[in-house]
């Protein structure tokens, strides 16, 4: 009995692997639709697309469609690999072929490109398509449309003519700093730099500090002979000020190191994810950048300001030992006699003041009347596996 069943599930997976793995033979038809998704007329749609590319262009270019249920154990980028020099698309010798492969359960969708089409068809230009004119309608489960808009963009490209783009706001002008994907990146970029400051910022505070209670203890002669000017009140605020565990940063001491990354993160939405180098619109994301983390760091430290107490007490106590303070800060106290210990001071910046710690329809037989000039299967094309892919 049990020997039946295993046997039976092991005959399953087998016949459940084939029909993943089995690839159909290309015909005539362009779109190949294991997955039953497209009705009658929407496979008649798309397939007059494909085939009336292939006949303008005239030169052996092939494109298409292949929808499943699932690539299986196969990632989508193996699979539509795979396919494309299985069906040999494009004419061989030219390799001018296209593939789109669309995995409905695998919610994966790739862009599989001949060599002749490499250099046209970029990597880059392959994911802005999926990603601005497929994914979004594929996440509203409108396949029949993302495929249409696929197809259709993908044609454009080829025929070297511009990709539609959508009339989003965020898709005119530069405000990709505004995006979703963006406030993600942004909100982890600055927690790590606050946590940065928070730990190792308020080490070296605290390492300063006990450097000016040390010298302070020297004996009077030395003191004298260096200039050292402390006195008792500030030595004393100062020793408590140890007493913290550690220290907040200045809005300061954020903002720069915030700004670099930020204005980092701008360049690789703007030219690696979107494929547009467009020079006035990333100095103008730069600019806004500028504004965009002033505003922000000014909003978070109010926060601080309201929320946490330790943080107005830190600062009033600060600002009571730089009121006593020669030049406005306890690290400069050492220099005001002597040119070399003025050098080594300068070292000691009031850097608590300015850098103090913390601050993602059936493969119908049916054909078009313009389907008689295109050839039955693939021409020989190959692929060496350039493309793009997406997932939603």
Known sequence: M??????????????ASASV????????????????????????????????????RNDGSQFVVYIVPTTGSENIETFANRVFNQWGIGKKGLDNGLLLVVAINDRSVRFEVGYGYEGTFTDVLAGRIIRKNMLP?????????????GIINAIHVANDRPISSTNSLTDLIPLKILQTH???????ILGLIYCFQLVFSTKKLKRKINQVIAQSGKKKKNSEKRGYKIGANQ??????????SFYFPTSFSLYFPVVFCSVVVIFYTQ??????????????MVVLSLFFNLISLTVLFIGINILFPIYRQQRKEWKAI?????????FYQTSYSVNTSHKHASNFTSSHDFSSSSSSSSSSSSSSSSSSSSSSGGGGGSSGGG???GHW
């Open 2 to 15: 049990i020997r039946n069943i295993l046997f039976s599930l092991l005959l399953f997976s087998a016949i």
């Open 21 to 56: 793995n089995n690839t159909p033979p290309l015909k005539i038809d362009r779109v190949i639709d294991r997955a039953n998704l497209l009705t009658a007329q929407q496979f008649k749609t798309l397939n007059n697309l494909l085939i009336n590319f292939e006949n303008n």
């Open 137 to 149: 309608y594929f996440r509203a489960e409108n396949y029949y449309t993302g495929i249409e808009q």
């Open 182 to 188: 963006f406030i993600l990146i942004y909100v982890i």
């Open 235 to 244: 030595l004393k605020r100062l020793k408590n000020y140890l007493n913290y």
């Open 271 to 284: 030219i690696i994810l979107s494929g547009i180098v467009n020079p006035f619109i990333l100095l103008l």
């Open 322 to 330: 730089c009121e006593f303070s020669r030049f406005g800060s306890p």
């Open 387 to 389: 493309g793009a892919s």
